[in-house]
């Protein structure tokens, strides 16, 4: 990620301003039953997904939220796939309340990040995590929030700032603002501060995961938890996006969808793609809605997706060119469904793909209608498709494939639009 660094000679302090990159956000608008399973992927999560909820209930009468019950199982909501990229910073916001309280207890839930082991679906409580937040209930009325009494009835917003680099680093939310030192963070409970620069549990960890684990369930507590968001800067969030989904649609085409519940100075948005996940190119360009208060949903639909795994990156260029990257999303194409020969058929870009029996055997010869050898790279995508690119730019007209394998030779008419 490129990064412009600014530095202000004044002791220690700089401030990096770098691509907003939202990791996480979810409020469980969508659920229309107590069912985990749409908010939850194991291997590929999106960003409103976690990859594991176990022995938790959304609740969907009146207000939508997730619960975490006290009796007799172990709760947990666990995000095991890695942040990327990794960020040095991390700004945290959620909503949480205590909807039953029936003892004393001072370390019910504990909401982890970091990257050791047991960030998964495992009772076990992470290793070495890079900190923890900590929520009691104490009787008649009180959620306790890392040690700090608050009202529990209602929910109320948390908001972290964790520094894990190695400058100071100033914040800036809209409502919440300060420094927070190398290595500390600082904690709010609604505009409240009661953590202040206080120093992470492990220097050496990054932060690219989360787990929210049940720690003791004397007096059945229940926590209810909303509105997340996690990213990797510390100023104000202008849009809200609620999804992003890239599916496979007919033969060899992926439906891309995003939605958004709120706008701010949004310009346009770019969709790229990538091989690795590292490298992309941009495949199209769309206009925002600019300032919106209202859901809006946005579709675009890839026509030439490679082969294999595509990775899809949706960024978000504000009017003031300011740019926010959201997690990738990816899709495996398959050539099961595409018959052997040559496609597109006719050819309309500078190279074309042959499906074959076998890739790694295969002989392949290009000739024109004149019966001239015409020179090409193959390169092998997948274990029966070859991608033909000619050296030279193919004319309009048509051409004559000639393929190879296991001692037969096959035929295929290649015909050339431009």
């Not at 120093?199 to 929210?212: A, C, E, S, W």
């Not at 978000?316 to 959201?326: G, N, P, R, S, Y």
């Not at 050539?335 to 870009?349: E, K, S, Y």
């Amino acid at each position: 990620m490129k990064l412009t660094l600014i530095v202000l000679f004044w002791g220690f302090f700089f401030t990096v301003a770098q691509t907003q990159v939202i990791y996480f956000h979810q409020n469980f608008e969508t659920a229309t039953s107590s069912s985990q399973t749409p908010f939850e992927n194991e291997t590929t999560p999106t960003i409103g997904q976690f990859n594991y909820l176990t022995n938790v209930l959304i609740n969907v009468s009146g207000e939508k939220y997730l619960k975490f019950i006290g009796n007799n199982s172990i709760c947990r909501a666990t995000r095991s796939t890695d942040f990327s990229p990794t960020p040095s910073t991390l700004y945290v916001q959620f909503s949480v309340r205590a909807s039953s309280i029936g003892a004393e207890n001072p370390n019910a839930v504990e909401f982890y990040f970091g990257d050791g082991a047991n960030f998964d679906n495992s009772t076990a409580s992470p290793t070495s995590p890079v900190m923890s937040i900590k929520f009691g209930v104490n009787t008649p009325s009180s959620l306790i929030i890392q040690g700090a009494p608050q009202l529990a009835n209602s929910f109320i917003p948390v908001t972290l700032f964790i520094n894990n680099s190695n400058g100071t680093m100033s914040y800036n939310d809209g409502t919440r603002s300060g420094l927070v030192n190398v290595k500390k963070y600082d904690l709010y409970a609604g505009s409240t501060l009661i953590s202040n620069d206080q120093p992470l549990d492990n220097l050496n960890g990054n932060l690219t995961k989360f787990k929210i684990l049940t720690k003791n369930i004397t007096g059945s507590p229940t926590l209810d938890f909303d509105n997340f968001i996690i990213k990797n800067d510390f100023i104000k969030l202008s849009t809200a996006l609620t999804s992003f989904k890239a599916q496979s649609v007919e033969t060899h085409k992926v439906a891309l969808s995003w939605e958004t519940a709120t706008e701010i100075n949004s310009d346009y948005f770019v969709l790229e793609r990538s091989r690795d996940s590292i490298n992309y190119i941009q495949i199209s360009k769309i206009k925002a809605a600019g300032e919106s208060s209202n859901k809006t949903t946005y579709q675009f639909v890839d026509e030439t997706p490679w082969f294999g795994t595509n990775y899809y990156r949706l960024k978000l260029i504000e009017t003031d060119k300011k740019e926010q990257v959201f997690i990738p999303q990816s899709i495996v194409i398959s050539d099961a469904n595409v018959p052997f020969g040559v496609f597109p058929n006719p050819v309309i870009t500078p190279e074309f793909y042959v499906k074959v029996e076998n890739a790694e055997d295969s002989e392949l010869s290009l000739f024109d209608f004149n019966g001239r050898n015409i020179a090409f790279e193959k390169n092998t995508i997948t274990d029966t498709i070859l991608k033909v690119i000619p050296s030279e730019g193919l004319n309009l007209g048509m051409y004559v494939l000639k393929v190879k394998n296991a001692g037969s030779v096959k035929e295929h008419k290649v015909i050339v639009f431009k």
